[in-house]
């Protein structure tokens, strides 16, 4: 400690005269954590005090008194900064999970899942047995879950779900009707529905355009643009 102390600007040959007056006790850094644990303190490094980083202006930026740990206000706090990333809540719809390729129904009920894996979490931090009980049960899972479909980075309007009549989404990502280019989905396009086939560029389909050709006397810009107007009515 001394040694320690030594590379503060503020060291003076006093403070070890006064260190070598203190006489050490059963009381450990452990016991003094969790007896002021037990008072109330929440160790700010702890999960127990992790809040989503809003800035204050910030639409739905929580504002006025600090929360109250392990309240369900909390709760649902912390099951947005952990989970929201996975999921909507649109009026109408109800919860929608993203499955990795498109959107979906959570009717599978990952939310509640998800939100009982927070409350896990959060009871185990908790010191007294009725907290962690209380934090653990069904009441409190669904109140942090109702209470999460009021947050803003997660309320989602209904018109915002496949708002691009002119993308189609696929295994291997999300086509642009207007260029023909294949794109990396993401998550924010809020796209619904997949086809169950990718693309391949670079297929051939001999048969079909040897039938166009025929039909339309050879005309390849007829045979073009019947194949165009056959791709959008898919």
Not at 66 to 95: K, Q
Not at 151 to 173: F, K, S, Y
Request: with cysteine; glycine share 6%.
């Amino acid at each position: 400690w001394l040694t320690w102390s030594q590379t503060s600007a503020k060291w003076s040959p006093s403070d070890a005269r006064q260190w070598d007056t203190f006489h050490t006790t059963n009381t450990g850094p452990q016991a003094v954590f969790a007896a002021a644990q037990r008072a109330g303190w929440v160790n700010p490094a702890s999960r127990a005090a992790r809040v989503p980083d809003e800035p204050a202006d910030a639409p739905g930026a929580e504002t006025g008194p600090a929360l109250t740990p392990f309240s369900e206000d909390h709760l649902a706090l912390r099951f947005v900064a952990e989970h929201g990333h996975a999921f909507r809540w649109s009026p109408g719809l109800g919860w929608m999970a993203d499955q990795g390729t498109n959107w979906a129904k959570d009717d599978r009920l990952s939310s509640m899942a998800m939100a009982r894996r927070t409350c896990r979490a959060a009871a185990a931090e908790a010191q007294a047995l009725p907290l962690r009980r209380k934090i653990a049960s069904a009441g409190s899972v669904a109140a942090a879950l109702r209470l999460a479909q009021s947050d803003p980075r997660i309320v989602l309007p209904p018109e915002a779900w496949d708002a691009d009549p002119l993308a189609i989404n696929t295994p291997a990502g999300i086509v642009d009707l207007r260029t023909g280019r294949l794109r990396r989905r993401n998550p924010l396009d809020y796209v619904t529905q997949a086809t169950t086939i990718a693309p391949d560029f670079n297929a051939q389909a001999p048969t079909f355009q040897r039938f166009l050709l025929e039909v339309f006397d050879g005309e390849t810009e007829m045979v073009h643009f019947m194949q165009r107007a056959l791709g959008y009515c898919l």
